[in-house]
T-cell receptor, first 111, second 112 residues
Framework: DAGITQSPRHKVTETGTPVTLRCHQT?????MYWYRQDPGHGLRLIHY???????DKGEVSDGYSVSRSKTEDFLLTLESATSSQTSVYFC??????????FGNGTRLTVT | SQQGEEDPQALSIQEGENATMNCSYK?????LQWYRQNSGRGLVHLIL?????REKHSGRLRVTLDTSKKSSSLLITASRAADTASYFC????????????FGTGTQLKVEL
């Protein structure tokens, strides 16, 4: 899995609570991405980073924030989780900037 | 909205048969990529074809790209049960920076 670790792998949380998902890489790749995967929508880009402290919004960034203080870590935060954010979240990394190498995902359920 | 749309949404074939999946997209691209996803896992990159290429091979995979029709196809020859997975096309659009846009995928089931 190209040296990518997502944590936690599964999480159940209540509406309105903050949630942080972590992506850790050991490849020293420049680019890191957060996608969400939902039935009927494929994968949609939430945020991405092209270097330490350099981030940009993707297609579905509302309700999400990110931080990248070190090359190896990219954090995705849901400030106040909603049921619409129930999804499977994938982190991906790349160097060139493509192709992408994906982690195994975090399954988040917001009740 | 999705840049890439795969067709068919689901495909069921017998082992040894060929599987063909199609992808259509809307805007100009720098490259198009195909990924595979096994159940419960992350996506795995299969092949990348650039906008100035028309065909590319990798093992049992053959990808074609027709930029005039804004479409691509992925052919898996002599399929195996282990090829059972979802397949996604993804496009890197002209002026889109480093972002990939994924389609909704084709679910392939290869039966023994």
């Amino acid at each position: 899995d190209a040296g990518i670790t997502q944590s936690p792998r599964h999480k159940v949380t209540e509406t309105g609570t903050p949630v942080t998902l972590r992506c850790h890489q050991t490849e020293n790749h420049r680019y890191m991405y957060w996608y969400r995967q939902d039935p009927g929508h494929g994968l949609r880009l939430i945020h991405y980073s092209y270097g330490v402290k350099d981030t940009d919004k993707g297609e579905v960034s509302d309700g999400y924030s990110v931080s990248r203080s070190k090359t190896e870590d990219f954090l995705l935060t849901l400030e106040s989780a909603t049921s619409s954010q129930t999804s499977v979240y994938f982190c991906a990394i790349s160097e060139d900037p493509q192709p992408l190498h994906f982690g195994n995902g975090t399954r988040l359920t917001v009740t | 909205s999705q840049q890439g749309e795969e067709d068919p949404q689901a495909l069921s074939i017998q082992e040894g048969e060929n599987a063909t999946m199609n992808c259509s997209y809307k805007t100009s691209i720098n490259n198009l990529q195909w990924y595979r996803q096994n159940s419960g896992r992350g996506l795995v990159h299969l092949i990348l074809i650039r906008s100035n290429e028309r065909e590319k091979h990798s093992g049992r995979l053959r990808v074609t790209l027709d930029t005039s029709k804004k479409s691509s196809s992925l052919l898996i020859t002599a399929s195996r049960a282990a090829d059972t997975a979802s397949y996604f096309c993804a496009t890197a659009t002209t002026g889109g920076g480093n972002k990939l846009t994924f389609g909704t995928g084709t679910q392939l089931k290869v039966e023994l």
